[in-house]
């Protein structure tokens, strides 16, 4: 029901910026994630949006309302807390009438909203309840009810699986899809600091680094097209590997020397003035594959295979001690310790980085924008 | 840190029994004197002084003088004079265990045995008082003395009670001391909780200066105050026409001396609470009184009663400001100071001492026992998280 507009929104801790200058455009309806590593801003960005932290500089609009200087409850949001900041002493039923009886709305409207926030997440039955008679995943729902109940125009999640165990997580997880679902009109923004909760929850990601913004965009295009080698490394799990190599050839498509001798053909237009530059060339270890024709991307003998079943993971000793090449491979392949292995990639999937991290501007294939 | 925890279960056998044993003596060291009070507070005043509380539930033996009556109530049976009768006469009833006619001797001859008084008098007094006299000559002169070893049933009685409560004023100063009390509990509280959320969750310039004054003034002695305080009411009472020692002067004074360690305990509690809960009755547009008064002080009942605890011992066993800024009229006189004049008053009567010294107890004990988890909570408040 309401877009947001984020204009280089500033934050300052007395000499401190946490925030430098963050420009958003998050349409109406859109469930946007922001992910990054912690300390990223993160989860400052989402409260200055709550109005829970003053913006420093910068204009923040909400449905095109200036809101720089509003109260919280006055912005049409509504929060859950990571740790779910139930008011411990009221039943649930209080818990979600709380911010309504603040209001002063009437008797019955308010258990009309209550009884109906109640019954999308099944919690009907507990609403005599107090918080501390619940579990964790109660707990959580009943945060979410009392969101629900506000009727935002917009809905802020500050980690709310974090503190749920593994099988709860995905379940909750699940509800917030379905939630979302069911509310098309409500903007959503999540934070998180697990890129799982990011790819399958959001519309768009986006990705925070030390108080700025690396890249913006759907999940598949930060997987297949990541601006930057923070982006590329951060999301995908394992990482992506980062070799270091040199540009031989420029034009449409360009031809790069890895360090270690051998040569890949890259299908990525760089420009003339790129000739001979040092860049980091990047594949995601499920990319690559085992070398059954001529071409070989890398060899190296195997240093370490750690097998999870479904996939193994085999460390491959490429000649840069530390940093082995990893790779993402089907778990019935017969591979042993100390062999040697040839491995090879689909040249779509290789990525090129400049010296200051930069991805290449990349001609995006029809195939992979899907 | 479960090897550490395992190694002092492992040796906790003896450690724990020495805590038992420690703790039992300490209790017990604690409360018998609390027992003697109540127990002696009970007895008859006769018993008091003849056996400690520790013999009450045994009959107290003493020793007592008593003189039969005179020849006017002999008479003449089977060629001797006798008289009959009972010691006791109307009074309550005891055990006689023996009986003497000199006081050097008062314990000569075992009850119920015909004793020989010479020329062929005999006297027998029987355990349950009775006596016969005889003579085989007119009895002559006064009534014999007789001595007598008596055992009294324990008797229990509440007329102590009934006689410090409404004859020696100590009802009326039980009902000035609660007239300072109570106020002086809760309107420290109050002003307290308001500054306590104040310090702990508004953001407003030179906070940490007024929190710094406060801690200051924790160690300031009372004592110092007295002086000027008083000066300051004099004044005012001058001014306005009114007396200076008033109980409005007592609860402002009381006040005053406990608000520095109320803020400071209340504040560490209240801003030990979690972030999230405020921020979240802002979002849901709470104002920062209504997140005080819905949110934070039903939170801090524990830290409130802990306080209150403190306070009201703190105040009901004062003497000090209340010597100080309160008249010594009986209107007035608080119970710290009635106990005091009674002991100067009435420094023997320890049946009016202990009853007093219970009556004033009961309050104290009442309150500490009935909010007594929430004492140790308080006293954590801030320290420990979640207790």
Not at chain 1, 13 to 42: M, R, T
Not at chain 1, 222 to 244: D, E, K, R
Request: proline share 5%.
């Amino acid at each position: 029901m309401a877009d947001l507009t984020l204009r280089q929104i500033k934050k300052a801790y007395g000499a401190i910026n946490i925030l430098h200058g963050i420009d958003l455009d998050i349409q109406s309806g859109e469930f946007v994630v922001f992910v990054g590593p912690s300390g990223c801003g993160k989860s400052t960005l989402l409260r200055t949006i709550a109005g829970l932290e003053e913006i420093t500089s910068g204009e923040l609009k909400i449905a095109g309302e200036l809101v720089n200087d509003v109260p919280p409850s006055k912005r049409g949001i509504a929060m859950v807390f990571q740790s779910y900041a139930l008011y411990p002493h009221m039943t649930v039923y209080d818990n979600m009438a709380f911010g309504m009886k603040i209001a002063r709305e009437n008797k019955a409207e308010i258990d009309r909203r209550v009884k109906q926030a109640a019954d999308i997440l099944q919690l009907t039955k507990y609403l005599d309840r107090l918080p501390k008679a619940m579990s964790g995943g109660q707990r959580q729902r009943v945060a979410i009810g009392r969101a629900i109940v506000r009727n935002p125009r917009v809905f802020l999640f500050d980690e709310p699986l974090s503190n749920l165990d593994a099988a709860l997580r995905v379940a909750t997880r699940i509800e917030i899809a379905k939630l979302k679902e069911s509310m098309p009109n409500t903007t959503m923004i999540y934070v998180t600091h697990d890129q799982v909760e990011a790819m399958t929850l959001a519309d768009r990601i986006v990705v925070l680094k030390d108080g700025r913004v690396e890249q913006v965009g759907t999940p598949m295009e930060l997987y297949h097209h990541p601006g930057n080698l923070f982006v590329a490394q951060f999301i995908g799990s394992p990482a992506m590997n980062i070799v270091p190599a040199t540009v031989e050839k420029t034009g449409a498509s360009t031809t790069i020397s890895i360090t270690g001798g051998r040569k890949a053909e890259v299908p990525v237009a760089t420009p003339a003035d790129a000739a001979g530059a040092a860049i980091s060339f990047g594949v995601r270890p499920e990319d690559l594959r085992i070398a059954t024709g001529d071409s070989v991307l890398f060899e190296g003998r195997i240093d370490y295979i750690e097998q999870l079943g479904e996939v193994q993971l085999v460390y491959l000793d490429i000649g840069r001690p530390d940093t082995p090449l990893v790779v993402k491979l089907p778990g019935n392949s017969e591979l042993k310790r100390d062999q040697l292995l040839k491995v090879d990639a689909d040249p779509a999937t290789l990525h090129i980085f400049n010296a200051k991290g930069r991805s290449f501007a990349r001609d995006h294939a029809p195939a992979l924008a899907a | 840190m479960a090897q550490a925890s395992g190694k002092s279960a492992g040796k906790s056998f003896f450690g724990k029994f020495g805590v038992h044993i420690a703790v039992l003596i300490f209790v017990v060291i604690w409360t018998i004197p609390t027992l003697g009070i109540l127990v002696s507070s009970l007895r008859d005043k006769d018993q008091i002084i003849a056996s400690g509380w520790w013999n009450s539930f045994s009959s107290s033996t003493q020793t007592e003088a008593g003189r039969l009556p005179g020849p006017e109530a002999q008479v003449e049976k089977d060629g001797r004079f006798v008289i009959e009768g009972n010691i006791f006469g109307d009074g309550p009833a005891r055990t006689i265990s023996a009986f003497g006619v000199r006081s050097a001797t008062p314990t000569q001859f075992q009850a119920g045995q015909a004793a020989d008084l010479g020329d062929g008098v005999t006297l027998q007094l029987n355990p349950d008082g009775t006596f016969v006299l005889s003579s085989p000559v007119a009895i002559e002169g006064r009534g014999q003395r007789v001595y007598y070893a008596s055992s009294a049933p324990p008797r229990f009685t509440t007329e102590n009670y009934e006689t410090v409560l409404f004859s020696e004023g100590i009802g009326r100063s039980f009902i000035n001391s609660l007239t300072v009390t109570v106020p002086a509990t809760i309107i420290p509280i109050m002003i307290a909780a308001f500054a306590a959320y104040a310090l702990a969750w508004m953001r407003f310039p030179g906070r940490a200066l007024i929190i710094a004054t406060i801690i200051g003034l924790l160690v300031v002695p009372l004592q110092m105050t007295l002086i000027p305080l008083l000066q300051l009411y004099n004044g005012v009472a001058l001014f306005f026409g009114v007396p200076s020692k008033t109980y409005l002067g007592i609860w402002l004074a009381h006040t005053g001396f406990g608000l520095p360690f109320a803020i400071y305990l209340l504040r560490s509690y209240m801003a030990g609470l979690p972030k999230e809960l405020m921020e979240s009755a802002r979002i849901d547009g709470a104002s920062d009184f209504e997140i005080f008064l819905k949110i934070v002080l039903p939170l801090s009942f524990p830290v409130l009663a802990s306080f209150a605890i403190f306070q009201f011992l703190w105040v009901w066993n004062d003497l000090l400001v209340a010597i100080v800024f309160l008249g010594s009229g009986s209107d007035q006189l608080v119970l710290t100071g009635k106990l005091n004049a009674l002991l100067g008053s009435r420094g023997g009567d320890w049946e009016i001492l202990t009853t007093s010294a219970f009556v004033t107890i009961i309050v104290p004990l009442i309150v500490f026992f009935s909010l007594q988890r929430y004492f140790v909570r308080g006293l954590l408040a801030g320290s420990v998280k979640g207790g």
